[in-house]
């Protein structure tokens, strides 16, 4: 859904082939996953109301000050993929979908699912301890608001620091260690 | 909104239609709900471009542009389905099933007609003439159904669209087939008492089958000696029976649901195999034995042993396999049970 990151001049091509080619394959499957990150994340501020397509798109935008390029008509493949996304007789739908006509047009609204909101979480929590460990290395920096969420120490899942009664990952089953414990030992 | 700003939607959606994968254009309803999405989505955009309800055609234009390319976006459609080599891993269990299903029928067909018809007195001549030609028909087949299976994997295909049973719930319930169990448990306990009783009155029943078959081929009657048999053959179909009968009876255990019981009873079976193997060769070194019950060319009676040896292999090798399939079911149940 998202093709690139917004230039200055929509038609500049990277000269070199073969590096033209590398870069499109490598940005291509990193940025594949990072929408299906943003589109879940769009949907879940919607909340049980969800959002219809072209709204989620605008949101998109916004909240990226409309810096990168985006493929509008393959939202819905890949919306339908994350309704319905099956593997080896394994399913999951990470969103659920109604529909309504509003001012004489047909709207599909997404919703996130239980089992999408429990993905969701860690996706976000994955994605931002995995730019937290590169940061380093890469030469920016992370500030996790750790005071908010806290990390499952196992599989990176991210639970808000709200519930704090939460006792187990809900993806991977850990026994979370909240920080006032770890304070404790 | 005018006849011809319609018409700009209308073709644009068309194009989509038209390059969507096969599986998902042979269900209206869906497609329709494809559709009827973006083209919600090219009015929402195209009003928004025009800054009014009513837009012109360039914002049209602009909003058909935003969306993109329509046959990128029916490809989109496709991309379903774990690559593996050409055939996508969903595909790849129906694919080597419909290969080996071919290979199965090819070979047997051919081996058979060159060992019975063609060249039955020279045995080895038969198999090897069998393998050379059931080679390359199989080799053309093969590249037949490969470049089918291809083609689906690119389309996005899944095993449902197919026609295929659903993979999730069969591969919960797969080791339990109740009926199955109850048909082989009660024909082994009943041909397994009949081959201890009676054991002359079966073989005679084998020789009139026999003979019917080859009647209904046009070949020339077996005269048999039906008035008796020797201890040793009859000492033979004895221990064949027991173990059919113990067979049988396991199998009819097996109705019971219990996982780790049925890991128990495939254990049994998989004794019994491997005393059916026993058998097979034990006849392979007294063929005397099998021209007792059929007096036939020994390259014929041979090939038959030959073709039992590997059955019983087959179904060794088959009890092992689902031996481990369920030991790891109850591994992950137990896992599943403990997170």
């Known amino acids: 859904m998202i093709s690139n990151i917004k230039g200055s001049d929509s038609t500049a091509l990277i000269e070199s082939k073969s590096h033209r080619k590398f870069l499109e394959n490598f940005e291509s499957d990193l940025l594949r996953g990072i929408g299906k990150v943003c589109v879940l994340k769009i949907i879940k501020n919607h909340g049980k109301e969800g959002v219809y397509g072209w709204q989620l798109l605008k949101d998109f935008k916004d909240l990226t000050n409309d810096k990168l390029i985006i493929k509008e008509g393959t939202l819905y493949p890949l919306l339908r993929n994350l309704e319905k996304w099956e593997s080896k007789g394994n399913r999951l739908s990470l969103i659920k979908s109604y529909r309504v006509v509003e001012k004489d047009r047909p709207r599909k609204y997404y919703h996130l699912t239980e089992e999408g909101e429990k993905i969701l979480s860690h996706l976000e929590g994955f994605f931002l301890k995995l730019l937290e460990a590169i940061s380093g290395i890469n030469d920016f920096q992370i500030i996790l608001k750790e005071e908010k969420y806290i990390f499952c120490q196992n599989c990176k899942t991210r639970i808000e620091y709200s519930d704090s009664d939460i006792q187990f990952c809900e993806i991977c089953g850990f026994k979370l260690i909240h920080e006032d414990q770890e304070n404790k030992k | ?339």
């Open chain 2, 1 to 339: 909104m005018t006849t011809e700003n319609e018409k700009l939607v209308n073709n644009f959606l068309e194009e989509i239609k038209k390059n969507l994968p096969e599986w998902l254009k042979s269900n209206e309803t869906k497609v329709e709900d494809i559709l009827l999405e973006i083209n919600s989505h090219l009015w929402d955009s195209a009003q928004e471009i025009a800054g009014s309800d009513d837009p012109d055609r360039n914002s049209i234009q602009e909003a058909i542009n935003r969306l993109g390319n329509p046959k990128e976006i029916a490809k989109s459609y496709k991309n379903r389905g774990t690559p593996k080599y050409f055939v996508s891993e969903e595909l790849w269990p129906i694919y080597t099933q419909v290969i080996g299903f071919i290979v199965a029928i090819i070979f047997t067909v051919i081996v058979i007609t060159q060992v019975v018809l063609i060249e039955p007195n020279n045995l080895l001549q038969a198999l090897t003439n069998g393998l050379t030609l059931s080679f390359s028909s199989v080799s053309i087949f093969i590249v037949i159904v490969t470049a089918i299976f291809v083609g689906l994997s690119h389309e996005g295909y899944f095993p449902k669209d197919l026609g295929a049973k659903d993979e999730a719930k069969e591969s919960k319930t797969n080791f339990y087939k109740p009926n199955e169990f109850l048909f082989n448990g009660l024909f082994g306990v009943l041909f397994g008492l009949l081959l201890i009783v009676m054991p002359l009155d079966m073989i005679n029943l084998f020789r009139i089958i026999v003979n019917w078959i080859i009647g209904f081929l046009g070949g020339t009657l077996m005269v048999f000696n039906s008035a008796s048999i020797s201890l040793e053959l009859q000492t033979l179909l004895t221990i064949v029976g027991i173990f059919a009968v113990i067979t049988g009876v396991t199998n009819l255990l097996k109705i019971t649901k219990d996982i780790r019981f049925h890991l128990t009873m495939n254990v049994i079976l998989m004794i019994t195999g491997i005393v059916d193997l026993g058998i097979s060769f034990y006849i392979v070194a007294n063929l005397h034995l099998l021209s007792e019950v059929l007096p036939i060319a020994e390259n014929i009676l041979l090939f038959l042993c030959v073709i039992g040896i590997i059955g019983a292999i087959v179904e060794i090798f088959k009890t092992i396999s689902t031996n481990i399939k369920l030991y790891g079911f109850l591994e992950e149940k137990k896992i599943s049970s403990t997170a």
